[in-house]
DNA sequence: CAAGATTGACAAATCAATCTTG
DNA sequence: CAAGATTGATTTGTCAATCTTG
């Protein structure tokens, strides 16, 4: 029902919703297939080859783009879209299998330092060719540099947007 | 690490692994934003209005689109983009609220029917407004029409890929 | 006491069996 | 026996407390 006028129950005083147009609808349409396919599809290739979460990546890549392989939890959780609790969560997995570990932060005890282990190095460099190369196919050529530039600006005004949240 | 040529172990024979560039890189990093975050942007404003999660008003949407607000389960999963095992606990959770039935099919017993109730359309009809207004706050109204609409054709080409899908 | 972080209870999705029908 | 569908166990994420440090 973001289609149609609907004949449902409106419980609105003057019922001035501004619904999509087809051609609105049909391109939102597509956004959502991609919002839920793309990700599904970078994960299963990611799980397949390396046994690693989508999130797991990202959070063994940002840290491994550190000098020293380390983040505090809340620098990492907003880096990686994550919320403190899942992230978290996920790092004592990651810590369970040895590809991160955990340290308080010497200079101030209120921060924890996640910290890349040199498995966790190995893992992620032995996970990376095939998710690159995924993510090539998938995306990057499917379109020509001009769209893809276009593409990756649409995405950002939109998450300008959510940021912005005016909470309704 | 989609990032750089990395200083990781690295099995390939011929490290032949085609980096992405930083323009690349960039515009991949905006869609990966775009994808974690619009869902998440669209499910809580729904949530919280309507008490549906975006999965559940997806089927309800559909149902009532047809003509005798039925589908089968098959048909109805393969539309959302969800496995027949998630539609049917998800279809158990809406059934215990009133809001779907199911039904096995007269014609071919093997076929099981959800039904959208009557209920459940009062319920998707109070909801629509709302989530209708805040997907053009956040996508629509982000971009001018020619936009939008190659942002849709983009999102179909890289879907396509997807489903192409060479499995590797 | 505020910010960072963790924890356990709960909700939802996935996966692997299993069941049923034509 | 293949396609449609369901189920239960497991995993992953969310939510609401709780704990700790400066």
Redesign the pocket.
Known sequence: MTRSRSSAARSVPSDDVQWLTPSELSSWLSVVRLVQRLP?AIE?QL?RDSGL?I?EYQVMAMLSDTDSATM???GL?EVTN????????????LEGRGLVR?EIDSQ?????LAILTEEGRSALGAAAPAHVANVRRLVIDALSPERLRRLGQDAERIVRRIDREPLR
Chains 1, 2 share one sequence.
């Open positions: 599904w299963s799980q979460g999130t505090r939890m809340s959780a994550s919320s403190l609790s899942r992230l978290s969560h996920l790092i004592n997995r955990r101030d005890g209120r921060f924890t």
